[in-house]
């Protein structure tokens, strides 16, 4: 009995750990990809800064909002809704031929973000009781959240011209 407690514990926060992840993982992948998308779709450049302020903006907007609702509809019914709206908005976008569409797509995954980001923290924290243990979970929960948004690797800076009318500064 004991040891299926630890695994169902273990297996709640490997969980919430990764939608924690993706939640701030989606922010640092939209950025990266952000000049393909822009040489694919045409996309103005006033139009290409809405794609990753439509997701942080509406995550911004509504996470406090989406705590409410997993303390009203259940935190892990809220963190699966969160888990599919996110899937839902990647589909969208994977099939974006539009920059409308992108946007939207990104309005559609930040609804999933918000709902996963507060039940990511709050499911942990109802489900570890012991002060300690919950101190080392949300420890844990906390750095995945920082491995969300360092793990994908930034697209390569061009390097500087070789040629004779460059010079580097204080050369």
Request: glycine share 8%.
């Amino acid at each position: 009995m004991a040891q299926a407690m630890q695994r169902r514990e273990l297996l709640t926060l490997v969980a919430m750990c990764l939608g924690v992840m993706m939640t701030f993982l989606l922010i640092t992948a939209t950025i990266s990809a952000l000049s393909a998308v822009q040489a694919d779709l045409h996309v103005s450049p006033s139009a290409l800064i809405w794609i990753p302020s439509a997701y942080t903006l509406v995550v911004a907007s509504l996470v406090l909002s989406a705590g409410t609702l997993g303390n009203l509809y259940g935190r892990k019914r809220m963190f699966r809704v969160g888990v599919v709206v996110m899937i839902a908005g990647g589909q969208l976008a994977a099939t974006a031929d539009t920059t409308a569409t992108v946007i939207t797509a990104q309005l559609v995954s930040g609804l999933g973000g918000a709902l996963i980001l507060p039940n990511s923290l709050a499911i942990p924290g109802s489900t570890f009781t012991d002060p300690h243990r919950r101190t080392e979970v949300i420890t844990v929960w906390a750095a995945s959240s920082g491995i969300g948004l360092a793990i994908v690797r930034p697209e390569p800076v061009p390097r500087p011209r070789a040629d004779a009318a460059y010079r580097q500064p204080g050369a």
